[in-house]
């Protein structure tokens, strides 16, 4: 195959535009029911909505396995306790985030309430892994002063620094 040839041919190529005229259509036929990229507001709305969920989930247990450590003359204060506490909350957060966005649903709730997905870069399901690898990406787009949060105002795809690391894309659905 020549230089020219390899430059030209288009194998699996996921940003290929669909022959089809209707922008709307092309959109969908480009990953199936997949009308556009998510944005900064509905991705952010997303965000609030999970947020407030693993919230209550995390106060619920931290209160209750709280209340059993009293109870059982533990003082939940203590460093090896605080310590347990916290490891599982970061449990709680990785295995929603992670666990859902990899599901078939392809979303967390608040993604889902809002009708957005995460896919690979061909429209497809992720994994666990890649789906772990977003979620201590996303450590990196908070470090960087937010900034990787906010490249997807300006990113032509809507990604944001973790959705670059990891290779994926939030679709928007309806």
Known sequence: ????????????????APEVSDPAEKARAAFGQYVGYGNFLRRFAA????????GIIGFVLGLSLGLVM??????????????????????????YYAGLTSSTMQATLGKA???LKV???HGRRISFPRALGRE?????SALLLLIG???V????????????MAGTLVLRTR
């Open 153 to 164: 105002l300006w990113d032509p795809r809507r990604q944001a620094l973790h959705d670059k």
């Open 47 to 54: 965000m609030v909505i999970d947020q407030l969920l693993v």
């Open 136 to 140: 201590l990406g996303k450590i990196l």
């Open 1 to 16: 195959m020549s230089k020219d040839e390899m430059f030209n041919a288009d194998f699996d190529n996921p940003y290929r």
């Open 119 to 121: 896919t690979d870069l």
């Open 149 to 151: 949060y906010l490249m």
């Open 70 to 95: 009293l109870t059982l003359g533990i003082d939940p204060q203590e460093q090896g306790p605080q310590f347990f506490l916290n490891l599982l909350g970061l449990a709680i957060g990785v295995t």
């Open 113 to 115: 309430a809002l009708g």
